[in-house]
């Protein structure tokens, strides 16, 4: 019996979902029973192979049905383009990265506001040799959360305008895409701390404050390490709160 146990979690890890092996095992759990049932009731034995084939195309098939639903959910809602503030005592942030292929650099930020608008807190952060535009978006994310924390934030909004993250945040996707898995991970426990968190999209040409922090922070050498200089820009950038920003 422990030879059968052995070869079949050896067969789940090697599968390609052996990350939510959770649900996946729930089915399995279920499929065993009702073959038990069938052995003591009917007298009809089905090899574990087969017990363990069936499982994960009844999961595979409730991922694919949980992902159709939650697709026609998201094309329903209304992604915003100006900045709609967050309700009394819960800040907003919104995040964005830039990169510069040339120099082989990327550069995330993200910026905090309060139900007013005004700004309440602001991260940019240079990565070197990192490039690619899905791996900076988490990056970004996880700035935001890290700014959360640094600042003491307790109910908050994370914003972001690529969409694939945002729905990989909020389990709207079958599979993690491999370049974010680590930096969703981190995201997703450091959101634990919080009282309330959600992750929400906006339409690019609604977060230039976020892309603008970004990308002065990937163009001048100084402005990382100068926070005047930060506060002066951040404060120029939001004359108020009605505009896209």
Not at 47 to 53: D, E, K, L, P, R
Not at 70 to 96: G, S
Not at 117 to 141: F, H, M, N, V
Not at 142 to 171: H, Y
Request: net charge neutral; proline share 4%; hydrophobic share 45%.
């Amino acid at each position: 019996m422990i030879d059968v146990w052995t070869e079949v979690v050896s067969q789940l890890n090697s599968h390609d979902h052996s990350a939510d092996l959770i649900n996946m095992f729930v089915f399995l759990l279920r499929l065993i029973w009702k073959n038990r049932n069938r052995l003591v009731f009917e007298g009809q034995n089905t090899h574990f192979h087969q017990v363990i084939a069936i499982a994960l195309d009844h999961w595979e098939d409730f991922q694919a049905s949980q992902f159709l639903q939650n697709k026609a959910h998201l094309q329903q809602t209304p992604w915003p383009n100006v900045f709609i503030p967050p309700p009394p005592n819960v800040i907003k942030i919104r995040f964005d990265a830039v990169c510069n292929h040339r120099r082989e650099i990327g550069c995330v930020a993200a910026l905090a506001r309060d139900n007013s608008g005004q700004p309440c807190g602001w991260s940019c952060k240079r990565y070197q040799a990192i490039t690619d535009a899905l791996t900076l978006e988490g990056l970004a994310c996880r700035e935001a959360i890290l700014l959360a924390t640094a600042k003491g934030f307790d109910k908050i909004i994370l914003e972001g305008d690529c969409q694939v993250l945002i729905n990989t945040l909020n389990k709207c996707i079958a599979f993690l895409p491999m370049e974010i898995q680590d930096t969703v991970k981190d995201v997703l426990f450091l959101s634990i701390q919080f009282t309330k968190v959600s992750f929400s999209f906006v339409r690019r040409e609604g977060n230039t404050a976020a892309h603008d922090l970004a990308a002065i922070a990937l163009r001048d050498d100084s402005f990382i390490c100068n926070p005047w200089q930060q506060v002066m820009f951040t404060t120029a950038l939001l004359p108020f709160s009605g505009r896209n920003y």
